[in-house]
C-alpha cells in the first residue's frame, strides 16, 4: 500500500497537488504547527471515510488529516480543508497487481502430497496439552449417536461436543453462509473449557478435535475415555454429519435453510439499491432494519435528498453526528457506487482461491454502529439484538435529530385509541396514544394442523427417551385473520385506576387505530417465557397477506348510552429520596437517560411516554419512571410529545442537520447580540447558537469553521422560517403528527428471524423491488425464488391510495 503526503489550498491548483518526497519537506516547513503525533486516547481513521465508505482500496484512495486524523475519501477530503483550512493529509492507495494475485494464490496452495501421504509432516498435529488432565464434569450427561442439535440455536450441522461439559454447540459462521453461528466459541469464553470435538467425524480411527485456547486442531491421545465419559463409543461411530445414516429419519428443512433460501441458485444483484452490510459479528438486526428503513421515499429524501446540505453543515467530526452517519449509510447503500460486478483482477483472485461464485463485499455499518449505539446497554454489545427493539431506538434518534421541519419517522407514527371500562361502575374512559408498530399476537389455539402437533410431540418425547433421531419438526399453522382478530379482543386490566371510585379497580381494555399510518409496521409477537422464565420462540407459519384491509379496526370514539368516567387524575407518589431533586431543578432534555428510556420502551409504552417518564422523574432510574408511568398513563397526552418551557415545543424534536438540541431553540437575544457586535451577520450567530446549544464560545469557533456558511443563504431563510413556525406553533399547539389516511396496505418488505430467541440466531430482509422480491442476507444480495413471506418477524406495507 502507497502512503504519500498530499497538500491542499496550494497556490497554482484548485484541488490537491502531490509532491515529490524531496520538494514536500520544504512546502510542509508553514503547516507544521498543524501537525500531531497522535495520542493515547486519540481516535485515528484510516480505513474508512467519515462521508463514505471508501478505503484505502478504492480508485482515489483514502487522505487521513494529520491534524484530526479523520479520513476522507476523494470526493469529500476538499469540503473538509475549506471547512477546517487543514493542508496536510497523508494518502493511502492500495494497488492490486494481477500477476501478484496469481503468485500469491500458488505460493498458498496446498501441496499435492498432502492428501496422498497423510503420515507425511504437513498433516502432523500437535497433542494438546490440555489432553492428559482434562477435566471432565460428572452432570449425568449422554450423548445420542444422531439427532443432535445446537443448545443455542436450531442448527444441525457443524456441531462441536465441549469435552468438559458435553455441551453440543454450533461453530463458526463461514462467507457463503455455511458453519454455524459460534456458539461452541461463546461457550468457550464464558466456561474456559478447552477442547470440543465435531460431531459427525467420530470414526473407530479418531476425530476432529479443536483446541479453543491453543487457537488450533490438536490430538486428543485420550479421545475414546473423553467421548466414552459422555457414552460414545468410537468403534461404532461412522463418520457422516449429523450422524445420520442412509435409513434415518432426515431432519426437516430448518427454517435456517428456509429464510436462507438454502439449495436453490440465487442470482447475485448489483446497482443502486443493491448494496449488502457486512456483518460486524451479530449485526444483522442492524443491517435488516437499515434495509428495509432506506427502501422508504421518505427516508431517502431526507437523507440522501439532503446530502450536500447535511455534509456541508455537519460539525468537525462528522463520525459524532446522527444525520451525517444517517446520510452516509443511505447513500451507500442506494447509490450503487458500493455494489458493482466483480472486475477482472478480482475475478482472478476469487478463480485463484476456487471461489468460482462472483463474491459480494457490501459496505461496513461500522461507523454507524458504533454512534447509533453508544450508551446504550444493549447495542453498544456485540451480542446479538431485538430487530423490533432496534427499530424503536432509530425512530427515538430520528426523533431527536430532525432536519428543518421534516421527519422521516412520522411515516410509521399513529394515533391508537384505548377505551377502558370500569367493571363495577360500567363507565368509560377514551384516551389515545401514539405508536409506531403494530404487535400482533400469534393465536396459538387457532392453529389448523392440532392433530399433526400432537402426534409430533409424542414421538418426540419417545426418540429423546430411546435415543433415536428425532422426527421430522412439524410446524404449527396459524391463520393470519385469527391472529387479526386476537389482537382486538378486549384485554383485562387489574389496576386501572377508576377516577369514579378514586381507588384502582378492575377495568377491560379495547384498542383501535385513530389513526392509520402511511407505513404499517407489523410484529408478530413470536418470542415469550416458558414457565421456567426461559426465553423460547413459537415455531409458526402464518399466511401474511399480500393485500392488507384494517378498515375495520377504525375507532368510533364515544358511543350511545356510554358514559364517561370523570376527569379525575389519581395522586403523584414520588419516593421521598428524589422530591428535593425534582422540586429544586428540571434535567435538560437533551441529558434524558436513554437507556432507561428504552428499558421502559421494550415493556411496550410509548415512547414519547417513556422519555416524559424518565425526564419529569429527574433521571432516577427506569423503576422510578415505571411508576410514573402507571400514575399517568390514563392522562389523554400521556404519549405526547416532551414540552418544557423554555426550550420551545418539543424537547424531543432534537438536532437539526446543524447539530443542535432543536430549532425550536431560539438563542437569547443577548448573546447574538454580543456575535453581532462583533461584526458577523444575525443569521450566522442565530445558527451557530442553535448548533452548539447556545454556547457562546463554541459558536465563534463554528462560525469561523464555517466559512461557507452565507453562500446558502436558501437554506438559512428555510431554517429561519422553521424556527419561526415552531415558535407559532408554541403559542397554537397542534395536535400529534400523523398521517391519516385508508387502512389498505401492500406487503413490501419483511425481516425474518432464524433461532430460538431474539438473543441469539440470525435475521436477514427480503424487500420486493422493481416488481421481484430480493433477499439481503447481511453482505449478499441476491434475487429471491421462494421468498417465506409466512415465517416473517416484522412486515412493512406501504398505504394503497384510495
Known amino acids: ?76 477530503v476538499e469540503r473538509h480543508f475549506r471547512k477546517t483550512g487543514q493542508s496536510v493529509y497523508m494518502h493511502l492507495k492500495r494497488h492490486v497487481r494481477e500477476v501478484t494475485i496469481a503468485c500469491d494464490a500458488v505460493l498458498s496452495s496446498k501441496s499435492p502430497y498432502r492428501k496422498q501421504d497423510p503420515d507425511t509432516w504437513e498433516n502432523e498435529l500437535p497433542v494438546s496439552k490440555y489432553a492428559n488432565n482434562l477435566t471432565q464434569l460428572d452432570n449425568g450427561v449422554r450423548i445420542p449417536p444422531s439427532g443432535w442439535k445446537c443448545a443455542r440455536c436450531d442448527l444441525r450441522e457443524n456441531l462441536w461436543l465441549n469435552l468438559t461439559d458435553g455441551s453440543v454447540l454450533c461453530g463458526k459462521w463461514f462467507f457463503d453462509s455455511s458453519g454455524g453461528n459460534g456458539h461452541a466459541l461463546e461457550h468457550y469464553r464464558d466456561m474456559g473449557y478447552p477442547l470440543a470435538v465435531k460431531l459427525g467425524t467420530i470414526t473407530p480411527d479418531g476425530a476432529d478435535v479443536y483446541s479453543f485456547q491453543e487457537e488450533e486442531p490438536v490430538l486428543d491421545p485420550h479421545l475414546a475415555k473423553h467421548l466414552a465419559h459422555f457414552g460414545i463409543d468410537m468403534l461404532h461411530m461412522h463418520g457422516t454429519e449429523n450422524g445420520l445414516r442412509d435409513n434415518d429419519i432426515k431432519p426437516r428443512v430448518s427454517e435456517w435453510e428456509v429464510i436462507q433460501e438454502t439449495g436453490t441458485k440465487l442470482k447475485p444483484m448489483y446497482g443502486p439499491g443493491y448494496t449488502g452490510l457486512k456483518n460486524l459479528g451479530n449485526s444483522c438486526y442492524l443491517s435488516s432494519v437499515m434495509q428495509a428503513i432506506f427502501s422508504i421515499p421518505e427516508f431517502q429524501r431526507a437523507y440522501v435528498g439532503n446530502l450536500p446540505r447535511i455534509f456541508d453543515y455537519s460539525p468537525l467530526d462528522p463520525t ?40 459480494q463485499n457490501g459496505i461496513s455499518p461500522r461507523m454507524f454502529k458504533a454512534f447509533v449505539s453508544k450508551s446504550h446497554p444493549e447495542f453498544s454489545s456485540n451480542r446479538q439484538q431485538d430487530a423490533q427493539e432496534f427499530f424503536l431506538h432509530l425512530v427515538n434518534l430520528v426523533e431527536r435529530n430532525r432536519i428543518g421541519s421534516e421527519n422521516p419517522s412520522d411515516v410509521f407514527r399513529f394515533l391508537v385509541e384505548e377505551r377502558i371500562q370500569c ?76 377516577s369514579a371510585l378514586q381507588a384502582k379497580s378492575a377495568g377491560v381494555k379495547t384498542s383501535r387505530f385513530a389513526s392509520f399510518p402511511e407505513y404499517l409496521v407489523v410484529q408478530i409477537k413470536k418470542f415469550t417465557f416458558g414457565l421456567d422464565w426461559v426465553p423460547k420462540k413459537f415455531d409458526v407459519s402464518i399466511d401474511m397477506p399480500d393485500l392488507l384491509d384494517i378498515n375495520h379496526l377504525r ?70 419512571a415505571f411508576n410514573w408511568i402507571i400514575v399517568h398513563m390514563e ?120 433461532g430460538t430467541s431474539t438473543m441469539s440466531g440470525h435475521y436477514v430482509c427480503h424487500i420486493k423491488k422493481e416488481g421481484r422480491w430480493v433477499i439481503y442476507n447481511d453482505h449478499k444480495v441476491c434475487a429471491s425464488e421462494r421468498p417465506p413471506k409466512d415465517l416473517g418477524y416484522m412486515y412493512f406495507y406501504r398505504r394503497i391510495p384510495s
Not at 484512495?61 to 470526493?75: H, I, P, Q, S
Not at 400482533?440 to 429423546?464: F, G, Q, S, W
Open 1 to 76: 500500500m502507497q502512503r504519500r503526503g498530499a497538500l491542499f489550498g496550494m497556490p497554482g491548483g484548485s484541488g490537491s497537488r502531490k509532491m515529490a518526497a524531496g520538494d514536500i519537506g520544504e512546502l510542509l516547513v508553514p503547516h507544521m504547527p498543524t501537525i500531531r503525533v497522535p495520542r493515547s486516547g486519540d481516535r485515528v481513521y484510516k480505513s474508512e471515510c467519515a462521508f463514505s465508505y471508501d478505503s484505502p482500496n478504492s480508485e482515489g484512495g483514502l487522505y487521513v488529516c494529520m491534524n484530526t486524523f479523520l479520513a476522507f475519501g476523494r470526493e469529500h
Open 423 to 498: 367493571c363495577q361502575t360500567r363507565k368509560v374512559r377514551y384516551t389515545e396514544r401514539v405508536d409506531y408498530l403494530m404487535q400482533l399476537p400469534v393465536a396459538m389455539e387457532a392453529a389448523t394442523n392440532k392433530d399433526e402437533l400432537i402426534a409430533y410431540e409424542l414421538t418426540r418425547r419417545e426418540a429423546e427417551a430411546n435415543r433415536r433421531p428425532l422426527p421430522e419438526v412439524v410446524r404449527a399453522k396459524i391463520p393470519f385473520s385469527a391472529c387479526l382478530q386476537a389482537f382486538s379482543e378486549p384485554e383485562n386490566v387489574d389496576d386501572f385506576w377508576s
Open 320 to 359: 459524532q453526528d446522527f444525520n451525517t452517519q444517517m446520510t452516509k449509510l443511505g447513500h451507500g447503500l442506494l447509490s450503487g457506487q458500493y455494489s458493482k460486478p466483480p472486475v477482472k483482477s478480482e475475478l482472478i483472485e476469487q478463480v485463484m482461491k476456487e471461489e468460482h461464485k462472483p463474491q
Open 555 to 624: 375507532a368510533r370514539g364515544l358511543q350511545p348510552g356510554e358514559e364517561e368516567l370523570p376527569d379525575i387524575s389519581p395522586p403523584i407518589v414520588i419516593p421521598d429520596d428524589s422530591k428535593d431533586r425534582l422540586m429544586n431543578q428540571f434535567i435538560d432534555p437533551s441529558d434524558i437517560d436513554e437507556s432507561s428510556v428504552m428499558q421502559l420502551a421494550e415493556m411496550g409504552f410509548p415512547l414519547e411516554a417513556c422519555r416524559k417518564a424518565v425526564y419529569f422523574t429527574g433521571n432516577m432510574g427506569a423503576e422510578v
Open 635 to 754: 392522562e389523554p397526552d400521556f404519549a405526547e410529545p416532551l414540552t418544557m418551557p423554555g426550550y420551545g415545543g418539543a424537547a424531543s424534536a432534537g438536532a437539526s442537520v446543524f447539530g443542535a438540541t432543536g430549532l425550536d431553540n431560539q438563542p437569547p437575544e443577548e448573546i447574538v447580540a454580543i456575535i453581532t457586535s462583533m461584526g458577523f451577520h444575525r443569521n450566522q450567530a442565530i445558527q451557530a447558537l442553535r448548533a452548539t446549544n447556545n454556547n457562546l464560545e463554541r459558536a465563534l469557533d463554528w462560525i469561523f469553521s464555517h466559512p461557507e456558511f452565507e453562500e446558502d443563504s436558501d437554506f438559512v431563510i428555510e431554517m429561519e422560517n422553521n424556527a419561526n413556525a415552531n415558535i407559532i406553533s408554541e403559542a397554537k399547539p397542534e395536535g400529534p403528527r400523523v398521517k391519516d389516511g385508508s387502512g389498505m396496505y401492500e406487503l413490501f418488505a419483511f425481516i425474518s428471524h432464524m
